[in-house]
Structure formats: structure tokens, C-alpha cells
């Protein structure tokens, strides 16, 4: 069965009026445009999303995107499998080019009323090739470790690890796990907001900082 908006999912009747106002639409494979309003636009297929997208491959978190200025640029935050894709390619985070073809699982759409991406700024970021990760203590990767173990375990998506979680499982206290998490968040540079600790955790799989273990070796750590 092919996925769908939900119905409740807010659409656009005339979408050409929403360019003409200079509001970025998402189009969903013919499944309908909806206006990105929104400084942040959430997809996925759980509840509270934005745009709501009832698809096996798609994660429960999976994607925002995020317009600044003119432009558009999608940010990976399922931590499953499947990923978002940008013509094809896996990426972390990505600026939008009205050309593009994104991918959300085996779901596809495109951004209209945005620049050509060739014309714009290249912030690409591919999984894997990001810049350089911040120095991090000991602790400090030991908590990010705790907090990504959901996507390590290569189970099905789940949001990462909570504060109780991860004080458990390094044995300390919730508060010393919100004091690394507030330094984690500024030496990655994530900002205040809702579903921050899964910004995080994106974000170091996307640089590396924490990886799945390989099936043919043996984690140590």
C-alpha cells in the first residue's frame, strides 16, 4: 500500500498561491503539497509530527526540514536504517535545490519554490564526511554511547536513550548526565529546543563520533 498523508494533515487547495506568497511546498510523490510555513517542519510517521507519513520504512522521528532565508535544508533524525536521501545519496543534513528528489525510507517527494542548489550555499553533509567532531572526555563519549545504544543495537527505531537510561546504565546520577548532555549540546552546537537529545544523537552517528558495530568485528570499549 502506498504511503499517504494522514487527513488531517493540513494541504494546500491552490499551491500556486502559497509560491506566489513565497512559501516553500513539499510534495509527496502526488500524495498532496503541504506549505512549509513553519521555521522547522517535522516528518515522520508518529504522533505529533508535522506531516505525518503512514510508511513501514519511514521512522516514527524521521526528518525536519528547516528554511532559513530562501533556502531549505532537510536534517536526517530517524536513526533507522533506511534514512533520508538526497538524489539518492545518504545524507545528514542537506541544503534543498528545487531540483532535488528526497527520499524519507522508500518515500519520495520534492521541495518547490526554492533556489536552485547550485546557485546557493553547499552545506551538504553526507553521512560519514562531516567536520571534524569536537574534543570529547572520556565520559562525554561514554554518555553519548548510552544515549545513541537504541540506533547501536540496530533495532528498529526508537527515540535515543533517556537521561534515567543513560544514568543507569554508566551508574551516576541523572544530574551528571544533564550536565555532560548541556556541554555535549554546546560542543556540537545544538541548539534549545524540542527533541534536542535526538538532534544529538544524529548528529554524532552522522560525524562518526559514535558508530554501529561492524558484524565481522568485535566492539571494544
Do not use: W
Request: hydrophobic share 35%; aromatic share 4%.
Amino acid at each position: 500500500m502506498p504511503p499517504h498523508l494522514m487527513s488531517d494533515q493540513p494541504t494546500l487547495s491552490a499551491p500556486a498561491s502559497g509560491l506566489e506568497q513565497g512559501v516553500p511546498l513539499l510534495s509527496l510523490d502526488g500524495y498532496g503539497e503541504v506549505a512549509l510555513t513553519a521555521e522547522v517542519t517535522t516528518i515522520g510517521r508518529g504522533p505529533g509530527v508535522d506531516v505525518p507519513i503512514e510508511d513501514p520504512t519511514v521512522s516514527r522521528l524521521h526528518a525536519e526540514l528547516v528554511r532559513r532565508g530562501p533556502y531549505v535544508y532537510v536534517a536526517d533524525l530517524g536513526l533507522s536504517r533506511n534514512g533520508t536521501l538526497v538524489n539518492g545519496r545518504p545524507v545528514g543534513r542537506a541544503v534543498i535545490g528545487s531540483r532535488d528528489v528526497l527520499s524519507f525510507g522508500s518515500v519520495r517527494g520534492r521541495v518547490r519554490g526554492v533556489p536552485d542548489r547550485s546557485g546557493g550555499p553547499d552545506e551538504t553533509r553526507e553521512l560519514g564526511k562531516v567536520d571534524a567532531a569536537p574534543e570529547l572526555t572520556r565520559r562525554e563519549r561514554d554518555v553519548l554511547v548510552a544515549l545513541c545504544r537504541p540506533a547501536l543495537d540496530h533495532t528498529a527505531f526508537v527515540t535515543p536513550a533517556s537521561t534515567r537510561e543513560i544514568a543507569s546504565e554508566l551508574v551516576v546520577t541523572e544530574a551528571a548526565v544533564k550536565q555532560h548532555l548541556l556541554r555535549l549540546y554546546q560542543k556540537f552546537g545544538i541548539p534549545e529546543g524540542t527533541n534536542r537529545r535526538i538532534r544529538l544523537a544524529n548528529e554524532v552517528i552522522s560525524a562518526g563520533v559514535v558508530q554501529p558495530p561492524r558484524e565481522t568485528s568485535v566492539n571494544v570499549g
